[in-house]
């Protein structure tokens, strides 16, 4: 009777340790994201908004995550969906990656452009690993 017991609970653990990978990579995303024109040194937004001036020296996202584990890479792709002739449609302007240490949350940044923001429709879209995990979108109007 213990042999079973035993042989089940090992069954039990083995097939746990192979799952496991996968839920937890599976519950990993983006729990907020917030732009804005800065962020303070404990990643909070400042001056939040989902729409900016051309002349903005640059936007910020600040964002926070839950279910990601050390070395989780998070890539922000700055996309410009429609700014009619100032790029060509969905370009994507800039993007970048970080390696998660130990923390949950952080900042991607992106500069103006020399001549000023094209008046338009921009995304950021954020990724866990090779996942889409949040679609951020944001619009440049003219004063």
Same mark, same amino acid.
């Given at each position: 009777?213990?042999?079973?017991?035993?042989?089940?609970?090992?069954?039990?653990?083995?097939?746990?340790?192979? *799952?496991?990978? !996968?839920? #937890?990579?599976?519950? #990993?995303?983006?729990? =907020? #994201?917030?732009?804005? !024109?800065?962020?303070?040194?404990?990643?909070?937004?400042?001056?939040?908004? =989902?729409?900016?001036?051309?002349?903005?020296?640059? *936007? %910020?996202?600040?964002?926070?995550?839950?279910?990601?584990?050390?070395? !989780?890479?998070?890539?922000?792709?700055? *996309?410009?969906?429609?700014?009619?002739?100032?790029?060509?449609?969905?370009?994507?302007?800039?993007? #970048?990656?970080?390696?998660?240490?130990?923390?949950?949350?952080? @900042?991607? =940044?992106?500069?103006?452009? @020399?001549?000023?923001?094209?008046?338009?429709?921009?995304?950021?879209? *954020?990724?866990?690993?090779?996942?889409?995990?949040? !679609? %951020?979108?944001?619009?440049?109007?003219?004063?």
């Amino acid at each position: 009777m213990k042999r079973r017991v035993f042989a089940l609970a090992g069954c039990c653990l083995g097939l746990f340790l192979c *799952i496991w990978p !996968t839920v #937890a990579v599976g519950q #990993a995303r983006i729990t =907020t #994201a917030v732009l804005g !024109t800065g962020a303070t040194d404990k990643n909070e937004i400042v001056n939040p908004a =989902t729409e900016f001036a051309p002349d903005t020296p640059k *936007i %910020v996202c600040a964002w926070t995550a839950q279910g990601v584990t050390a070395g !989780t890479p998070v890539r922000g792709v700055w *996309i410009a969906e429609d700014v009619g002739q100032g790029a060509p449609p969905n370009y994507k302007i800039d993007e #970048a990656t970080l390696n998660l240490p130990l923390i949950d949350r952080g @900042t991607l =940044t992106l500069s103006k452009p @020399t001549n000023n923001w094209p008046v338009g429709k921009y995304r950021l879209e *954020i990724y866990l690993g090779k996942d889409l995990a949040k !679609t %951020v979108p944001f619009t440049v109007k003219a004063k």
